[in-house]
């Protein structure tokens, strides 16, 4: 099908803008952006408060505020990209590891409201380039709470 245009029956994602929104901005370029890579439903760019050398954000071409509010395919899409971003990151920039980072309302750290994985690669042993430490201690585990809240979850 490579090269054929897009057939009477084939689905073009609708794109949601709101007019407030940054990453909307980003997606419609009327906000600039160093852009590496998109696709039908996804787009990638330089996060501009970068944590280490590389960190890079993927979001959704049409508006969804979180993951409670994005669409499968367009979850799916930003995975894919994620994934090659990621892949880049080690082969070009040398990183050593990769952290996937998604934060969705106030109390996970969102700050802006149009979903979006960060991509973060890091480096080992080298303060200067990344100093990123966990966020939480290990706590000693309670199996029978754990259990109970899991089958909460089932
Ligand atoms: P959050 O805190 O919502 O998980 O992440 C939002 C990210 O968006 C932050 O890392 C911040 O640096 C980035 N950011 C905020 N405004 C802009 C912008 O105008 N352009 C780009 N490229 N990144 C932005
Ligand atoms: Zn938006």
Redesign the pocket.
């Known amino acids: 099908m490579t090269g054929c245009p897009p057939g009477p029956t084939a689905k073009v994602p609708s794109v949601r803008a709101e007019p407030d929104c ?2 909307c ?2 997606v419609a370029g009327e ?1 600039s ?2 852009t590496m890579a998109q696709s039908e439903r996804a787009i990638a ?7 280490t050398p590389g ?1 890079a ?1 993927v979001v959704p071409r049409s508006h969804a505020t979180d993951l409670f509010d994005i669409t499968a395919d367009d979850l799916a899409a930003c995975v894919h990209l994620a994934q090659q971003i990621a892949e880049r990151a080690k082969e070009r920039l040398g990183a050593d590891g990769i952290n996937l ?3 969705n309302g106030e109390a996970a ?5 149009h979903f ?1 994985i ?1 991509v973060i690669p890091r480096f080992k042993d080298q303060p200067g380039k990344d100093c990123i430490g966990l966020p939480w201690d290990s706590v000693p585990s309670n199996l029978d709470e754990i259990e109970r809240i899991g089958n909460l979850l089932s």
């Open positions: 940054i990453f901005g980003v906000i952006s160093t760019f330089m996060d501009i408060n970068p944590v960190h954000l980072l998604n934060c750290w969102q700050t802006v409201l979006h960060h």
